[in-house]
Each structure stands twice: as C-alpha cells, then as structure tokens.
T-cell receptor, first 113, second 114 residues
Framework: ETGVTQTPRHLVMGMTNKKSLKCEQH?????MYWYKQSAKKPLELMFV???????ENNSVPSRFSPECPNSSHLFLHLHTLQPEDSALYLC????????????FGQGTRLTVV | GQQLNQSPQSMFIQEGEDVSMNCTSS?????WLWYKQDPGEGPVLLIA?????ELTSNGRLTAQFGITRKDSFLNISASIPSDVGIYFC??????????????FGKGTKLSVKP
C-alpha cells in the first residue's frame, strides 16, 4: 500500500472514446501530479496541482484534461487520443507544492487502439 | 530543456556483487532523489539528498550528492535478486518545497544473475 491509489490499472480505448483516470492519495498531501512514462524516455511531468489549483501545465495537448476536486483526488480526462499517447500514466503526491519526495501510485497502463 | 544523463542504461551482475550507477547534468541541482521501479509498479523513493557532499545510506543502498551539485551516484552493496528493477535519478532545480519540478533520468535497468 503506497498511499497513492490509481484506477484503473489497465485501460484500452479507441481513438474516439472518452475515459477518465482516477488517482486518490491517503497521505494528507496537498500537491498532486500527473506524469507520463513512455518506453525509453524519461518521466514527463504533465500537470501539477497545489492546494487544488493547477500550477503547471507542460504544454500538454488539450485532449488531456485534468481535474482536482479536492486535495485527495485527481482525475485525468481523456478524449480523442492518438496511438502515440499509449503509455504508463503515473499519479504522484507530495507534502508541499514542490515535487521533492513525491510518492507515486502504481500507474495506469493505457493503450490507444 | 534540462537533461540528466544516467548511466549505465542497463547492467547484469552476479548476486553478491556491488553495483554503482550515476547521474550527471550540466545544470546545478539543489535536490537529488533516487527511485526504484519494479515491473508494473510506480517508482518508489529510496533516498533523498539535499546538501552538496551529503552521503546517505538506506540499508545496502548509499547515495551521494556531488560536490559540484551537478551529479549524484547510487551504490548497492551485496546485491540480491530482489534488487532487480529500474533505478531512476531525479534532480530538482528549485529550493525544497518550491514549485521546482523534478527532472528524471532515463533509468538504469538492473538484472541480477542468481
């Protein structure tokens, strides 16, 4: 139990589908993050939320839409994705606004067909 | 953009051997972190370093924050099969607790021969 739970663990979706990834943290942290992990590439930071406000958006395409309704929950809404969006999507949380000592969830393995 | 060079990319070692991996950058970092990722799991934090020259241990793992602030290394002593996985370094440019983002290396894949 890492304290950061992601669902679903695996997701296969077509390019015209709409789906959402969910992340929940039980650590009392006030910052949450979405990362994308592709094969043979470094972890890429997508979004940062601190105290439920988005403070970072690293030029992520609009087909990815984050939502942070409270400090414990984070969503990533997906629509009209492309095959190259297939990757492991990792959620993380930390105690403060910076990403020091971030704790990761197990990830959602996304395949776009 | 900022980049971390992590080496080696992969390594096979005999059980019981010591392992060493490192990360270097052209930029100065104020924080270095080392993570391990097992197959099908998210990265797990192993060691965090906050001061240049700092040497920190966690069981058989030892990591150091380089004096120049541009590098860090991780050593694993007396490796065992459960050490298998991918090890990532991560550096943060900002002050601890700031909005500075973590920059990750590409990882070192460790495989142990039993």
């Amino acid at each position: 139990e890492t304290g950061v739970t992601q669902t679903p663990r695996h997701l296969v979706m077509g390019m015209t589908n709409k789906k959402s990834l969910k992340c929940e943290q039980h650590l009392g942290h006030n910052a949450m993050y979405w990362y994308k992990q592709s094969a043979k590439k470094p972890l890429e930071l997508m979004f940062v939320y601190s105290l439920e406000e988005r403070v970072e958006n690293n030029s992520v395409p609009s087909r990815f839409s984050p939502e942070c309704p409270n400090s414990s929950h984070l969503f990533l809404h997906l629509h009209t994705l492309q095959p190259e969006d297939s990757a492991l999507y990792l959620c993380a949380s930390s105690r403060r606004g910076g990403t020091t000592e971030a704790f990761f969830g197990q990830g959602t393995r996304l395949t776009v067909v | 953009g900022q980049q971390l060079n992590q080496s080696p990319q992969s390594m096979f070692i005999q059980e019981g051997e010591d392992v060493s991996m490192n990360c270097t950058s052209s930029s100065i970092f104020n924080t270095w972190l080392w993570y391990k990722q097992d197959p099908g799991e998210g990265p797990v934090l192993l060691i965090a370093l906050y001061k240049a020259g700092e040497l920190t241990s966690n069981g058989r793992l030892t990591a150091q924050f380089g004096i120049t602030r541009k590098d860090s290394f991780l050593n694993i002593s007396a490796s065992i099969p459960s050490d298998v996985g991918i090890y990532f370094c991560a550096g943060q440019l900002g002050l601890r607790g700031s909005q500075g983002n973590l920059i990750f290396g590409k990882g070192t894949k460790l495989s142990v021969k039993p």
